[in-house]
């Protein structure tokens, strides 16, 4: 089992930056797949960004591309996505998630609660 808590969501304006953290808990191995996710009002939640559990492979998706970093520290407790250059759309819950396979087209596992972002314009 995986327990997973976000932290770091608040209010930002426009062009500026924030850093999520997905604190990590529970047994973990190097297969695994860390992920962030959002979900807006009235839209379905969508992948952000993913990463191995070993920090070798990273994906993105085309909206946050450029602009988003996710990351783990050595320690392989915490996940990161650093945001920059914040857009009014990139307004959502931001969700943590843990696979036990990495793969874009692979099932998830464990999800933490979410934190709020919201951007002004």
């Known amino acids: 089992q995986v327990q997973l808590v976000e932290s770091g969501g608040g209010v930002v304006q426009a062009g500026g930056s924030l850093r999520l953290s997905c604190e990590v808990s529970?047994?973990?191995?190097?297969?695994?797949?860390m992920g962030w996710f959002r979900q807006a009002p009235g839209n379905e939640r969508e992948i952000v960004a993913g990463i191995r559990w070993s920090g070798s492979n990273t994906y993105y998706s085309d909206s946050v591309k450029g602009r988003f970093t996710i990351s783990r520290d050595n320690t392989k407790i915490t996940v990161y996505l650093q945001m920059n250059s914040l857009k009014p759309e990139d307004t959502a819950i931001y969700y943590c998630?843990?696979?036990?396979?990495?793969?874009?087209?692979?099932?998830?596992?464990?999800w933490g609660q979410g934190t709020q972002v919201t951007v002004s314009s």
């Open positions: 529970g047994r973990t191995f190097d297969h695994y797949g």
């Open positions: 998630a843990a696979q036990e396979q990495f793969g874009y087209f692979l099932p998830w596992h464990f």
